[in-house]
């Protein structure tokens, strides 16, 4: 029983120092934040998650509310709340978020407590510790920003050449660290000039102590502004047409500023790095041995909406490798989808109205055509001298003067080769008819096919662009290589070279999407270069019937898939424009065919009447008859009436030539029909399969 309890006791402890050793360690990590901003709860959330996450399973590290600080902005607060951490004793490590708590922070001395600061411009300038890449201090890691304020005004001279440029950074960041004035001159140098104003929480201040002479602004982050005055800034550079560079990146461009250089992964890229430090220190690293060096690419970015209403146009150069927002100028800019597309092709491509005239013009060959089986009525007046001796001798038969009108009604009352030629007309109109429908359904697949090469010539610039950035990414990675000595010089010239390929590849890209927009703006005869928004195209866009469900039960077998073949095939060859255009032929061919033949024996037959009116004579021989002899004579009006009926009996030949050219132009045009109906068949079941092979794949 004693030895049982024993055993019990042992097993017990045991259990108990498992449970103990199970238990993560608590790390309770205080942060003290410059003062208020807009995005301190996104910062504080996205690093609280990055520590937790690289630390779950060693430790239980904890982010406590009231170990929270948020100062004022002033260098003494700063100071005051990094003191309040640093000396209590329920905080394990300390991040100091800001450029001037981490500039306080470094100034400290030696920590008694791990600290990490985030945020340092320039540690040899502001006379931080500093030591083989690390402090040197123990308990000491800082986090030094790349010097990117030189590249990011070069990028800003790239976009737009200016002489003078005014940083507006916050009043309390020059008054806590000064040096950053001098950092200024030292990375510009002396063919830029510069004035820093100093910012408090005005923006109307901040416009106001610009001097007349700057030409661009650059902005470092101006935490201390509400997002109601950060907007009043940004509408006022815009009003006074100052082009604007945001040191800062992220949201600024999409709220209004020109440009931009920083990167969209920089603050995810901080607090991971950040999360690695903290992890190495809480397994037994000092923090004053770890490395401080960050680097970060560039990505520059530009508001297009904002350079047009300052009339700015950046260079090819820089517009090729740089992200644009509101690239497109949708002031005035219409609204277009593929449906749109196809039916604005149709209603108002020139080509098509030019064709809808001709079928216009061709029906009045019908009518003219039909004109001649109809009544003729011509009217005619003729005045007419001769001479005197002439007149005399005709005994009143002939007027030294006179004037005559004519009134003569004809109709034809049979003619075979009139009603052929009215037959004829009819289906050369229906033909014109037909081709309108074809040329109608050629401009609709047209339209379709170039809005769909616009959209794909619209994605292989997306791709191209994708692959600029993953180049100069692959050759920032190879330059970092070189530098610490474990890739050689050719590596990077590679990279280089790679580089150059893929911004040709954008160049035309980018000409193969202004091209394909050129091609939409001409078939909806609209100017060639008028700004449009597309709309993107997908399987389920209404129009294309590609997720219809009919049409995959069709090709799901190959028996249902015969089916709809056939059907298709049928229902395409009966309803296709071309054939019905030269059915029209055929029938129209074999009308004047039938002409011909029956021109061997054929007659025409016509009336005709006639009324003339001697409306004046006189001089010579306007005396009718000869006087004393009592002869009749005509009165000034005479009329005529005459019945026709003609057949040619031998025109050399010319009719028996005619009949065999008929009927050979008739056999002819049978062999096309046959042919185009191949064609036919042969595209719809080639349009049949590709369709089927898309379905199932």
């Known amino acids: 029983m004693t030895k049982r309890l024993v055993h019990a006791t042992v097993l017990g402890l045991a259990l108990f120092a498992v449970q103990l050793a199970a238990e993560e360690p608590v790390v309770n990590i205080g942060v003290v934040v410059d003062g208020p901003w807009l995005n301190n709860d996104w910062i504080r959330e996205l690093t609280s998650t990055e520590v937790k996450t690289l630390t779950e399973g060693e430790f239980d590290v904890r982010f406590p509310d009231e170990h929270y600080l948020i100062g004022d902005g002033t260098y003494l607060t700063a100071q005051d709340n990094i003191r309040r951490l640093l000396d209590d004793s329920d905080v394990d490590l300390v991040i100091t978020w800001g450029l001037i708590s981490s500039h306080a922070v470094c100034c400290f001395g030696n920590p008694p407590k791990p600290v990490i600061a985030p945020v340092v411009l320039d540690p040899l300038l502001q006379g931080l510790p500093f030591e083989n890449g690390r402090s040197g201090v123990p308990n000491l890691n800082y986090v030094t920003l790349p010097d990117t304020l030189a590249r990011q005004l070069q990028l800003f001279r790239d976009i737009v050449p200016f002489e003078h440029v005014a940083i507006l950074t916050s009043a309390q960041l020059v008054e806590a660290i000064p040096e950053i004035m001098e950092r200024t001159s030292n990375l510009t140098g002396s063919e830029l000039a510069f004035e820093y104003v100093p910012v408090g929480v005005s923006a109307k201040e901040a416009l106001q102590a610009l001097s007349p002479s700057v030409d661009a602004v650059y902005v470092w982050p101006l935490f201390q502004f509400s997002q109601e005055e950060y907007g009043k800034l940004i509408a006022g550079l815009i009003e006074l047409e100052l082009p604007s560079f945001s040191g800062l990146g992220g949201g600024d461009v999409e709220a209004g500023m020109l440009a931009s250089a920083g990167s969209p992964e920089f603050f995810p890229k901080l607090t991971r790095r950040i999360a690695l430090n903290v992890q190495r220190i809480l397994l037994g690293e000092d923090a004053g041995d770890l490395p401080v060096a960050f680097s970060v690419r560039d990505n520059l970015v530009i508001n297009m909406a904002t350079a047009r209403a300052i009339d700015v146009s950046p260079r090819w150069e820089v517009l090729i490798e740089a992200e644009l927002l509101h690239a497109e100028d949708v002031e005035g800019a219409y609204d277009l989808d593929i449906e749109k597309a196809v039916r604005e092709a149709v209603e108002v491509n020139l080509d098509l109205v030019a064709r809808r005239i001709s079928l216009a013009a061709g029906a009045e060959e019908v009518a003219i055509a039909r004109s001649s089986l109809r009544p003729q009525l011509d009217l005619s007046a003729t005045g007419l001298q001769v001479d005197e001796d002439r007149a005399a001798a005709s005994f009143g038969s002939q007027p030294e003067r006179s004037a005559t009108g004519s009134l003569t009604l004809s109709q034809i009352l049979y003619s075979d080769a009139a009603s052929a030629n009215v037959a004829i007309q009819r289906r050369l109109q229906e033909g014109r008819e037909a081709d309108l429908e074809t040329l109608e359904l050629d401009i609709a697949v ?149 002409s011909a033949r029956r021109a061997f024996w054929s007659p025409t ?40 009926a003609s057949l040619p009996l031998f025109a050399g030949g010319l009719r028996f030539a005619e009949r065999s050219q008929a009927e050979l132009e008739l056999k002819r045009l049978q062999l096309e029909r046959s042919a185009v109906a191949e064609r036919l068949e042969q595209r719809i079941r080639t349009a049949l399969e590709q369709a089927r092979s898309s379905f199932i794949g």
């Open 446 to 594: 047209e339209a379709a096919t170039t809005y769909l090469n616009l959209m794909r010539a619209k994605a292989l610039e997306r791709v191209q662009r994708n692959n600029v950035d993953r180049t100069k990414s692959n050759l920032d990675l190879a330059e970092v290589r070189r530098d610490i000595g474990v890739a050689s010089a050719g590596e990077v010239l590679r990279w280089e070279s790679e580089v150059a390929t893929a911004r040709q590849s954008l160049i035309e890209a980018i000409a193969d999407r202004r091209s394909a927009e050129i091609a939409v703006n001409r078939l909806l005869h609209r100017r060639l270069e008028a700004p449009f928004i597309a709309e993107e195209v997908t399987l389920e866009t209404r129009g294309l019937g590609a997720t219809e469900s009919r049409f995959h039960f069709f090709v799901d077998t190959p028996k249902r898939y015969q089916l709809i073949r056939d059907f298709i095939v049928v229902e395409g060859l009966s309803r296709s424009p071309e054939l019905t255009q030269i059915d029209a032929a055929i029938e129209a061919q074999a009308r004047l065919a039938a």
């Open 605 to 644: 037959v016509a009336i005709q009447g006639g009324l003339d009116e001697i409306l004046s004579k006189s001089g010579a021989g306007s005396q009718a008859g000869v006087p004393g002899l009592g002869l009749p004579v005509a009165d000034d009006t005479g009329w005529s009436f005459a019945l026709n």
